[in-house]
């Protein structure tokens, strides 16, 4: 059923996009004033052994293209360089960051997704009507909203009048309650972060699925289904809905990027370990090996989320593959 | 001699009434959309409080009043103060210039860049519009402020670099547009009829395309000060502004790592709601240009 080219296409096309962001990645950070280097270790006073060795280990004595691949060499073999900071390495910094965004913006998207679907099919079935009227217009305001902002009257919001945690992502340390009160005091930590993401994310996919409906309304086939008298309910399900899906699906994978920069907001604001505090505790520190490595991962594994949904995107619709 | 003189101010005058035919035809459709009528009015509202700033601020906004840390909302004080004794009012009433200006200027560059490419793509042959088609995809794939915020952080922290940061990334959508307008356009007889009469590559972009691009451009601008605006303010908040600048986004990354956003609500809503309101302004006007300019895109 899934066409062999078609799928080697995407797979190149995944190989080439890669190494274009792998060695983007290296020239964007030697346009960096100094080398890397002189930026490690600020004013420390290093024995000349230990920075020839460093200069050694990171080929910083060679010409620009020996560089360009002892670089690639260690990104292939996941060494990344260490934080300036911390001098822990960016790898073990940046896995465990990608595992908690990935927890929050997987859930966040979900109940997005869910919620703009079916707002957005009230609001196609029902144009014109106050209802329709009402969501557009709370789309285009929460659009209007920086993401962060929201975030923080949240905050303010939800520590003063309810009671939950100021941020981060525990409260209770692992092994001292039972898996219940523990996974109740993740939920805590995780409520407002998640409200803040799906109010900032659910406008886009309501516009998407009404825009989706709303064309396949105008079809021949749902003009002779309604003649044949199907009920309304089947209508939008069944002919409505099944095809209006598909524009949604290549929305959801174009639409990572913009879902990860509310992510590092909204991370930001409540102190959630992940990628977002990440980048902004480097920014800070301007600690660039650390934000090099956070921008490697992060953009990777959007190129890669975007590889699945080209992979999947020939089961929901057939024609895509044989094209 | 004269004769000519006068034939060369009557044409003046006659393309200098059709611009206004054109401009007199163009207010008679804008006003008809409410949604964008109300949009420019806040869009000129802000952009009198820009140039009347130092009429409406009642005080300096770097001013400390030391007995006033942290005091909500008065008639002293209209928006409070913060964690500093500085008037919250003015330092909103100062902000309001540098946040437009910024956002003008960010997405003054990110047009321009995406206007040179869109019509590049469009006009010369299928090779190059792969090759510039595959560079906007590959910039559409990377997460938008995560390249931001690594481009500003490289460029040492300041307005300058938050500038070109959402200019250098902000593009794409704009090169997209101009490219299937300069793809229509180029199949168009005119531009076809210039070829036959041998001019050349650049003059007909010049004249014939570019020309008949710019009003879409010209809304894709409007809808790219909305985002470069929001961009300004995220990427501030996150510290890579200049402190020293006021901006809307600076103003609440000082309410932010001061910790008052807890105790204070009067140091966040009112920075935050301007934002907002700016960038509805903008938002409005611009999808009321573009389905002025561009009736098939965005029926929805």
Known sequence: ?323 | MSNQTVLESEEKYSTARAYIKTFVEFSRLYRRNRMGVIGLCMLIFFVAVAILTPYLAPYDPTTTFSSAFLQPPSWTHLFGTNEAGQDLFSQVVYGTGPSLIIGFAAALIATTIGTLIGLTAGYFGQLIRDLLMRLTDFFLVIPALVLMIVLASIMSSGLTSIILAIGLVGWTGTARVVMSQTLSLREQTFVEASKASGAGDFYILRSHILPNVMPVAFAQTVLVVANSILYEATLTFLGLGNPAQITWGQILQFAFVSGAITTSWWYVLPPGISIMLVVLAFSLTGYSLDSIFNPRVRKI
């Open chain 1, 1 to 323: 059923m899934v066409n062999v080219t078609y799928v080697a296409k995407k797979i190149l096309g995944l190989l080439v996009t890669i190494f274009l962001v792998l060695s983007f990645n290296f020239y964007l950070f030697r346009i960096l004033p100094g080398n890397p280097f002189t930026l490690l270790y600020r004013g420390a006073s290093l024995p000349p052994e230990a920075k020839r060795d460093l200069n050694a280990q990171f080929g910083l004595d060679q010409p620009l293209w020996v560089q360009y691949l002892i670089y690639m060499r260690n990104t292939a073999s996941g060494n990344f360089g260490i934080s300036y900071q911390t001098h822990a390495s960016v790898l073990g910094l940046v896995v465990p960051s990608l595992i908690n965004t990935v927890v929050l913006l997987s859930v966040a998207s979900a109940i997005s997704i869910g919620g703009g679907i079916l707002i957005g099919m009230i609001a196609a079935w029902r144009r014109g009507s106050r209802i329709d009227v009402t969501f557009s217009a709370a789309t285009l305001v929460m659009y209007s909203m920086p993401t962060f902002w929201l975030g923080l009257v949240l905050l303010f919001v939800g520590v003063i009048y309810l009671g939950l945690p100021v941020g981060e992502m525990w409260t209770i340390s692992f092994g001292t309650v039972d898996m219940l009160t523990q996974f109740a005091d993740l939920m805590r930590h995780m409520i407002l972060p998640l409200l803040t993401l799906v109010l900032g994310l659910v406008g886009q996919y309501v516009l998407v699925m009404k825009g989706a409906l709303l064309d396949v309304f105008t079809e021949d086939y749902m003009i002779t289904a309604r003649a044949k008298g199907i009920s309304n309910r089947k209508l939008l399900w069944d002919h409505g809905f099944r095809n209006a899906i598909l524009p949604m699906m290549t929305l959801v994978a174009l639409n990572l990027g913009l879902s990860i920069g509310g992510a590092i907001q909204t991370e930001t604001v409540f102190s959630w370990p992940g990628m977002g505090l990440l980048i902004y505790r480097s920014i800070l520190a301007r600690d660039y090996p650390v934000l090099q490595g956070a921008f490697l991962m992060v953009t990777i594994a959007v190129i890669f989320a975007n590889f699945i949904a080209d992979m999947l995107y020939p089961f929901l619709d057939p024609r895509v593959a044989s094209k």
